[in-house]
């Protein structure tokens, strides 16, 4: 059990950067430079108010359950 918790934590780690980098490179960015007034709000929540949310919750889960904070 501690093997998989390990492994669901790297996993976890590898889906937050992953989240990220969408956010960042995707959703979020593109939509700053298109010039339209939605795009930008859209923008701005995305990527300073839901991003470091989503992000550091996965990464800190992930972190926690590697270390294996989690004990059964």
């Known amino acids: 059990m501690k ?7 790297i996993i976890w780690i590898a889906i937050g950067l992953t989240v990220g ?4 490179m995707i ?7 298109s010039g ?3 795009d930008l709000v859209f923008a701005i929540i995305n990527l300073a108010i839901l991003t470091p949310i989503v992000v550091g919750g996965l990464l800190t889960f992930g972190y926690y359950a590697l270390s294996g904070d989690y004990k059964s």
Not at 3 to 9: D, I, P, Q, V, Y
Not at 27 to 33: A, F, H, T, V, Y
């Open 21 to 24: 980098y969408f956010n960042i």
């Open 27 to 33: 959703m979020g960015l593109p939509k700053l430079q």
């Open 36 to 38: 339209k007034q939605e």
């Open 3 to 9: 093997k998989l918790k390990k492994f669901l934590g």
